[in-house]
């Protein structure tokens, strides 16, 4: 990968801070959750955290949770890129 490109952020923090969460996403934060508590499972990974909003419903209901994203400043368990 191009070294100029690695760990340049996607979006602006803020970007999750306004007008992140509309009706279309908060539908895929269910179907996420939902998915994740009928399969009952334990542990996850979710990659691309955004505001937190699924990690934290998750870990809530007792499933452990590492978060994985690409920019630090959302302060994720791992900073990386999964392409790599």
């Not at 490109?5 to 895929?28: A, C, M, P, W």
């Not at 990659?47 to 949770?65: C, P, Q, Y």
């Amino acid at each position: 990968m191009n070294d100029s490109i690695k760990h340049q952020r996607q979006v602006d923090y803020k970007h999750y801070q306004e007008n992140y969460d509309g009706l279309t996403r908060f539908i895929s934060y269910y179907y996420q959750v939902d998915l994740c508590l009928n399969l009952q499972i334990r542990k996850c990974l979710e990659i691309g955290i955004g505001n937190k909003t699924v990690s934290s419903t998750l870990m809530n209901r007792g499933v452990e949770v590492t978060t994985c994203d690409y920019d630090p400043d959302l302060k994720p368990d791992y900073v990386a890129d999964i392409r790599e």
